[in-house]
């Protein structure tokens, strides 16, 4: 024992102030003045019982607090159940392992804010409250299933229809809102808006449901009945039948309004099809024109930034065909191409990204005879040709007479006298009346190609 420890014990025993014997009955009370007490004690309690003896301090007859004293035995004892404990709970532990720092709080964030809609919290409350076990003959195991795997769709009609048609009846404004402001005689390009059509489908679908079990159609509403928007009847490069289609089918509709087509997107802001809108009378007057899309390529590709040309055509991978084609009162022609906005613009100061052309050519193999119209091309030009052309091709009505108003009443002259050298670029050459062989060739027209870049109708 120590100095401090004999001392305390010392005052202990000379503050005893009374004692009273005890019996079988009653414990041994010894009251002890309160300084040395305290100094042994906590000051919060009046009196210690070891067994049946209780130290007390003089409370002056107030009520007490009697704790129990630690006996060196009751210490040992801890000790032993301390050493028990650390041996079979406490050295059986697993670690817990500290998770990692989140890297990326945004979409920590989002991962929160998404697990926390009612759509999900619902799902995951129901799935986890429900636990299906499914006999697997090919394994020969219960796995679990999801509810919709247990229970298949009924049968219902599929229709295949283009609806935009049903919906141009109500108002072409559904197909392309303010369509009188489009210029006449103009082209531009434009995207497919999916979360309209996805909205109109969805309705179709669900009034569907209603009329079948209206009708006493053995149905369970969760059918698909309509899955096309547009018409790609002409799309004959698309093998894959799912992809043809504008939407999934509903009961596999699990992102937002916009999200649910079948093609995967390269872009994911970008909508399925990039659509170019004609409007005028040439497609009225020439309604065989081919419309596609052609690749194009750079002229000097350390100058991206300069005009671009077509690519090669007989690379099938540089020409795209519309995916599908609409027409709307009066003179509105659409055009959808399996392209996004960024692929089909390009980039002007990258060399790897020459964008795309949408061509308008007359359709080969329409063989028409003529001249063209005097137009000069340069400043410099005179307004009337003044001498006769090298190449064929560029032989105008005005080179056969000496003033416009000739060709009011004119007939083709055959004999009509060409300086010497004219046509002298073309091969094979030919010569001005000698014969119906030559004078086809001369007035045969070529195809006509118009090609503009993506680049022109779309904003910086």
Not at 118 to 146: F, G, H, Q
Not at 317 to 323: E, H, M, S
Not at 394 to 403: A, F, G, P, T
Request: zero cysteines.
């Amino acid at each position: 024992m120590s100095a401090n420890a004999a001392q305390l014990a010392k005052n202990l025993i000379d503050g005893i102030s009374s004692a009273t014997n005890g019996n079988a009955t009653t414990a041994a009370v010894i009251v002890v003045n309160q300084v040395p007490f305290k100094a042994v004690f906590d000051v919060q309690i009046t009196a210690k019982i070891y067994e049946n003896l209780i130290i007390t301090r003089d409370t002056g007859g107030q009520v007490g607090v009697i704790a129990r004293a630690s006996l060196l035995q009751d210490i040992k004892a801890f000790g032993f159940s301390f050493a028990d404990f650390d041996t079979a709970i406490i050295s059986k532990m697993t670690e817990i392992r500290i998770p990692d720092p989140v890297s990326d709080l945004e979409s920590f964030s989002e991962g929160i804010a998404n697990f926390l809609q009612p759509k999900e919290l619902m799902r995951t409350r129901v799935t986890s409250a429900i636990t299906l076990n499914v006999y697997n003959p090919v394994t020969d195991n219960y796995e679990r299933k999801e509810l919709d795997h247990l229970t298949p769709i009924m049968a219902y009609p599929v229709f295949d229809d283009p609806m935009f048609r049903n919906l141009q009846q109500i108002s072409q404004e559904f197909i392309l809102p303010n369509i009188d402001k489009v210029p006449p005689n103009s082209i531009t390009l434009l995207e497919t808006n999916q979360s309209f059509i996805e909205a109109y489908m969805a309705g179709l679908n669900h009034e569907m449901s209603r009329e079948l079990l209206w009708r006493e159609f053995p149905t369970d509403q969760r059918g698909t009945y309509f899955r096309q928007f547009w018409d790609v009847s002409d799309n004959i490069r698309e093998i894959d039948p799912e992809k043809r289609y504008d939407i999934k089918k509903m009961n596999e509709w699990e992102d937002e309004l916009g999200d649910h087509s079948p093609r995967v997107l390269t872009n994911p802001t970008d909508s399925p099809y990039l659509v170019l809108l004609i409007r005028g009378e040439l497609l009225k007057k020439y309604p065989n024109t081919q419309i596609y899309a052609q690749k194009a390529a750079f002229k000097n590709p350390a100058k991206p930034d300069n005009p671009r040309k077509l690519s090669d055509a007989s690379v099938n991978k540089n020409i795209k065909l519309p995916v599908f084609m609409a027409e709307l009162n009066p003179d509105i022609y659409l055009f959808a191409f399996d392209l996004d906005l960024d692929e089909a613009k390009g980039n002007s100061k990258d060399a790897t990204k020459p964008g795309w052309f949408f061509v308008m050519r007359e359709r080969p193999g329409q063989i028409r005879f003529g001249l063209d119209v005097w137009t000069p091309t340069d400043p410099d030009d005179p307004v009337f040709p003044t001498s006769d052309p090298a190449n064929w091709n560029d032989l105008s009505w005005e080179h056969l007479v000496n003033s416009t108003s000739e060709l009011e009443n004119y007939h083709l002259d055959a004999t009509y006298p060409f300086t010497s050298g004219t046509g002298s670029e073309n091969i094979p050459l030919a010569t001005w009346g000698k014969n119906s062989a030559d004078i086809a060739y001369i007035l045969y027209q070529n195809p006509v190609l118009f090609a503009r870049h993506a680049q022109e109708m779309l904003p910086e």
